[in-house]
């Protein structure tokens, strides 16, 4: 089992900033990739943003250019810089850890609204 851990959400203006973090504990060998997903209210769940355990990335093209994914191997800690917020980036945040022939686990999910 994974336990993920999520933290840094809130309320923030329109143009502002926040970095979440999600810190992975318990079986985490063979964990391949890390990410962030977001479900507004009456949408479904979609991908944010994706680093492999190699680095490579991958983001929705709604946030490229304004959010940031990085991991911190040693702290077993994943980050989401997310820079010039929109109303429509509100949601719930999710981070996520894929193991390989196992599947994905998931955090409780940290509130992100952002103000006009």
């Known amino acids: 089992q994974v336990q993920l851990v999520e933290s840094g959400g809130g309320l923030v203006q329109a143009g502002g900033s926040l970095r979440l973090s999600c810190t992975a504990s318990?079986?985490?060998?063979?964990?391949?990739?890390m990410g962030w997903y977001r479900q507004a209210p009456g949408k479904q769940r979609v991908m944010v943003a994706a680093?492999?355990?190699?680095?490579?990335?991958n983001y929705a093209d709604s946030v490229k250019g304004r959010f940031t994914i990085s991991r911190d191997n040693a702290k077993n800690t994943v980050y989401l810089q997310m820079n010039s917020l929109k109303p429509e980036d509100t949601a719930v945040y999710y981070c996520?850890?894929?193991?390989?022939?196992?599947?994905?686990?998931w955090g409780q999910g940290t509130q992100v609204t952002v103000s006009s």
């Open positions: 996520a850890a894929e193991k390989l022939s196992v599947g994905t686990y």
């Open positions: 318990g079986s985490i060998f063979s964990i391949n990739a």
């Open positions: 680093i492999t355990s190699g680095t490579r990335t």
